[in-house]
T-cell receptor, first 113, second 115 residues
Framework: EAAVTQSPRNKVTVTGGNVTLSCRQT?????MYWYRQDTGHGLRLIHY???????QIGDVPDGYKATRTTQEDFFLLLELASPSQTSLYFC????????????FGPGTRLTVL | AQKVTQTQTSISVVEKTTVTMDCVYE???????LFWYKQTASGEIVFLIR??????ENATVGHYSLNFQKPKSSIGLIITATQIEDSAVYFC????????????FGLGTRVSVFP
C-alpha cells in the first residue's frame, strides 16, 4: 500500500509569514496533489504534478506555490500567509491519473493568526 | 467543470444494518471515473471503491457496493452489515477520463453507527 507522509503535522504562523508544507510518497507514484479541506467546501485541489519538475494549477491556486523536486517530494509554499489559508492540507499521490485511486497523507493543520 | 453533490449531511444507523447514501454528479464528458472515500475520526482519508462510467455492472468491494444509475448521473454507496468502525464521513468524488486532474469532491455524508 502507498505510503504518503506529510510534515509538519501542525503549524501555526502569523499573517505575512512564510510557510512550507512537505509531502513525500515512497511508492514511485507519478502523480501528486495538494488539497485543502474546509468546512462547507470539502476537499479542493490546489496544485498537482505528474512528475519531477512538473506543476499544474488546480481549482484554488491563489496564494499558493508548489514545487516537485523529485518523484517522491512535493512541496506547498505559502509566501505571504493570510488567515484565509487556515485549513487542513492533504497531500495525495496516485500511480497515474484516470481511474487510479489516490492515496492520502495524514494531513497538516495550518493556522494563520 | 465538474460538480459533485451529496445532499445527505448525516445518517444514523444501527449496527449490522444497511446504510445507503446518495451522490449526484455533473459533467459534460462521456467518460469519467467515480470514487468513494472514507474519512475517519482521526482524519485519515481512505479509498473505498470505484465505478468506471463505461461499465454497466455495479462495483462491489467487501461490504461496499455501488448503485450506479448513469441516466440519472447518480452513484450511491451501500454499506451492508455495518459495524461501529464504519462511523466516518464518506466522500463521493469524480475525475473525467481525458483530464489528468485531481478529484472533484462532494461535501461528504457523516455516518454514525450505533450499537
Amino acid at each position: 500500500e502507498a505510503a504518503v507522509t506529510q510534515s509538519p503535522r501542525n503549524k501555526v504562523t502569523v499573517t505575512g509569514g512564510n510557510v512550507t508544507l512537505s509531502c513525500r510518497q515512497t511508492n514511485s507514484h507519478n502523480y501528486m496533489y495538494w488539497y485543502r479541506q474546509d468546512t462547507g467546501h470539502g476537499l479542493r485541489l490546489i496544485h498537482y504534478s505528474y512528475g519531477a519538475g512538473n506543476l499544474q494549477i488546480g481549482d484554488v491556486p491563489d496564494g499558493y506555490k508548489a514545487t516537485r523536486t523529485t518523484q517522491e517530494d512535493f512541496f506547498l509554499l505559502l509566501e505571504l500567509a493570510s488567515p484565509s489559508q487556515t485549513s487542513l492540507y492533504f497531500c495525495a499521490s496516485s500511480r497515474l491519473g484516470g481511474r487510479d485511486e489516490q492515496y492520502f497523507g495524514p494531513g497538516t493543520r495550518l493556522t494563520v493568526l | 467543470a465538474q460538480k459533485v453533490t451529496q445532499t445527505q449531511t448525516s445518517i444514523s444507523v444501527v449496527e449490522k444494518t444497511t446504510v445507503t447514501m446518495d451522490c449526484v454528479y455533473e459533467t459534460r464528458d462521456s467518460s469519467y471515473f467515480l470514487f468513494w472515500y472514507k474519512q475517519t475520526a482521526s482524519g485519515e482519508i481512505v479509498f473505498l471503491i470505484r465505478q468506471d462510467s463505461y461499465k454497466k455492472e455495479n462495483a462491489t468491494v467487501g461490504h461496499y457496493s455501488l448503485n450506479f444509475q448513469k441516466p440519472k448521473s447518480s452513484i450511491g454507496l451501500i454499506i451492508t452489515a455495518t459495524q461501529i468502525e464504519d462511523s466516518a464521513v464518506y466522500f463521493c468524488a469524480m475525475r473525467v477520463y481525458n483530464y489528468a486532474q485531481g478529484l472533484t469532491f462532494g461535501l461528504g455524508t457523516r455516518v454514525s453507527v450505533f450499537p
